[in-house]
């Protein structure tokens, strides 16, 4: 059974780096083609991708974050960390990592969330 | 990039049918077979309920199923049920970048 949880502070300060931690089981990130991404959703607003490591370390970016994101895999942990540089208000959300099973375009499992405010 | 369209609620009663439509552009949805639905309730993270346009996940009633005309893609539910009370979100391949788009959700009431 594929489980994925994230973990990190529940509060920032605007200008500050934020990092997330996703920690799973039921799989390994060495196995060919298998990836793990990072999902956003602000309160009541749409998803929205930020990023995707695959298991050769292929590494994908949402376009319009690129330069605030960092991803990156601790395989012997089984963990997936992101960093986001230069926090602001509207980086207010409730963040997801989830798992893709092989080079396919949809997230067949997710975890639970972890919701980060960004307030002085 | 922007988002895929989807309307913004739609509602049915019990045992009834209904559609959610996602429409994007032929640099997405048009182009590709790579559309997937995903279910959210309140305070959940989100389930994939479809994937390559008409798939479903082991576990996924067939109640739910998916389809794709043109550039719009469209979630089916049958015989509703309360426990249907969503939000669901499409998404697609997309050329214009390395990631996927999400659709703006579409929020389901049942009546």
């Known amino acids: 059974q594929i489980t994925l949880k994230e973990s990190g502070p529940t509060l920032v300060k605007p200008t500050e780096t934020l990092t997330l931690t996703c920690t799973f089981s039921?799989?390994?990130?060495?196995?060919?083609?298998?990836?793990v991404g990072w999902i956003r959703q602000p309160p009541g607003k749409a998803l929205e991708w930020l990023a995707l490591?695959?298991?050769?370390?292929?590494?994908r970016y949402s376009p319009s974050l690129k330069s605030r994101l960092t991803i990156n895999r601790d395989t012997s942990k089984n963990q997936v960390v992101l960093t986001m540089t230069n926090m602001g208000p509207v980086d207010t959300a409730t963040y997801y990592c989830?798992?893709?099973?092989?080079?396919?375009?949809?997230?067949?499992?997710w975890g639970k969330g972890t919701t980060v405010t960004v307030s002085s | 990039q922007s988002a895929l369209t989807q309307p913004a609620s739609v509602s049915g009663s019990p045992g009834q049918s209904i559609t959610i439509s996602c429409t994007g552009t032929?640099?997405?949805?048009?182009?590709?077979?790579?559309v997937s639905w995903y279910q959210q309730h309140p305070g959940k993270g989100p389930q994939l309920i479809i994937y390559?346009?008409?798939s479903r996940p082991s576990g996924v009633s067939d109640r739910f199923s998916g389809s794709k005309s043109g550039s719009t893609a469209s979630l089916t539910i049958s015989g509703l049920q309360a426990e249907d009370e969503a939000d669901y979100y499409c998404?697609?391949?997309?050329?214009?970048?390395?990631?996927?788009?999400f659709g703006g959700g579409t929020k389901l009431t049942v009546l």
């Open positions: 039921g799989f390994s990130l060495s196995t060919s083609g298998v990836g």
């Open positions: 998404s697609s391949y997309t050329s214009s970048s390395s990631l996927e788009i």
């Open positions: 032929s640099g997405d949805l048009g182009g590709y077979t790579y």
């Open positions: 490591i695959y298991s050769d370390a292929d590494k």
């Open positions: 989830a798992h893709r099973r092989g080079y396919y375009y949809y997230l067949d499992v």
């Open positions: 390559d346009v008409s």
